[in-house]
């Protein structure tokens, strides 16, 4: 009888031990999923920050050529003065509606969400601004709350 007992007693792990810890596996994932996509937003709102900076670098660049030109550039313009190309065809180049002196840098159809949130907290330190697609408005920073965000280029 004592030999059967012992082929009974075996050494591992009960059922409801195992769900336990896949059940905190499981929250553990889930709390990397939303550090993880919190990260992917600041990533992003740092890229279009980057491009910005870029495409104004391009425009200063293009000034630099074209002194006596009142006209602002085109995007496509701007490409011969930039290392790479801009992903998509979602920036703006804008003159300054009441002086052709001024021109401005955009980024058209930013996503919703996370991206708009962390480019408005970083729009005081950046220079950015809101406006339209065709447009920025200057006297507004960039709250998140649009579509679009610019920056001035000279």
Do not use: C
């Amino acid at each position: 009888m004592k030999k059967l007992t012992n082929l009974k007693k075996r050494s591992g792990f009960t059922l409801v031990e195992l769900l336990i810890v896949i059940i905190i596996i499981g929250i553990l994932a889930g709390a990397m999923l939303l550090v993880a996509g919190s990260g992917t937003d600041s990533a992003e709102a740092t890229k279009i920050i980057s491009d910005l900076r870029s495409l104004k670098s391009a425009a200063l660049l293009y000034y630099a050529d074209h002194p006596t030109s009142s006209v602002a550039p085109t995007v496509t313009q701007l490409g011969g003065y930039m290392d790479r190309t801009l992903p998509g065809a979602n920036f703006a180049v804008s003159p300054n509606a009441t002086s052709s002196d001024t021109w401005w840098v955009g980024r058209i159809a930013i996503p919703e969400g996370g991206v708009r949130t962390k480019l408005a907290q970083r729009a005081g330190e950046v220079g950015l601004y809101n406006g339209s697609a065709t447009a920025p408005t200057a006297s507004e920073d960039y709250d998140g709350n649009g579509a679009n965000a610019w920056i001035k280029a000279r």
